[in-house]
């Protein structure tokens, strides 16, 4: 059972990103985030808008890219982690299907192995 996602409003993020409402408008406006709810008219934002924001910031502050640039960067990032997701599926399926096929062929080769004392006897070894 999934718990409810925590939101947080335009304070909250202002706060624990430590950036300013304008900068906040401006990442909106460009598309970098969005809010994910309303309460009364309130924005509310998520976990991953928050998440957005912080590596936003450290694109702009510790390497200098430009907003077109980080908006290249996480929607590369966002694509990337879309098709790990489709990888993890396909490893898994191609798991399931080769532990299927395994039980199978060892059931096969269980039920076409001969009882002991229906054997032939072993063979003398030359010495």
């Known amino acids: 059972m999934r718990t409810a996602a925590r939101l947080y409003r335009v304070r909250e993020v202002l706060e624990t990103v430590g950036i300013s409402r304008r900068t906040l408008r401006v990442y909106e406006e460009v598309g970098l985030i969005a809010?994910?709810?309303?309460?009364?008219?309130?924005?509310?934002?998520?976990?991953?808008?928050?998440?957005?924001?912080?590596?936003?910031?450290?694109?702009?502050?510790?390497?200098?890219?430009?907003?077109?640039?980080?908006?290249?960067?996480?929607?590369?990032?966002?694509?990337?982690?879309?098709?790990?997701?489709?990888?993890?599926?396909?490893?898994?399926?191609?798991?399931?299907?080769?532990?299927?096929?395994m039980d199978r062929y060892l059931r096969r080769e269980a039920k076409a192995l001969v009882p002991k004392h229906l054997a032939p006897p072993p063979r003398p070894r030359d010495e």
Request: proline residues 1%; without cysteine; charged residues 35%.
């Open 35 to 101: 809010a994910a709810d309303e309460e009364k008219g309130v924005p509310l934002y998520s976990d991953e808008a928050i998440e957005a924001l912080r590596r936003a910031q450290r694109l702009r502050a510790d390497l200098g890219v430009n907003l077109a640039g980080v908006q290249v960067i996480l929607d590369m990032r966002a694509r990337i982690e879309e098709l790990q997701r489709g990888l993890d599926e396909v490893v898994h399926f191609v798991q399931t299907e080769l532990r299927e096929e």
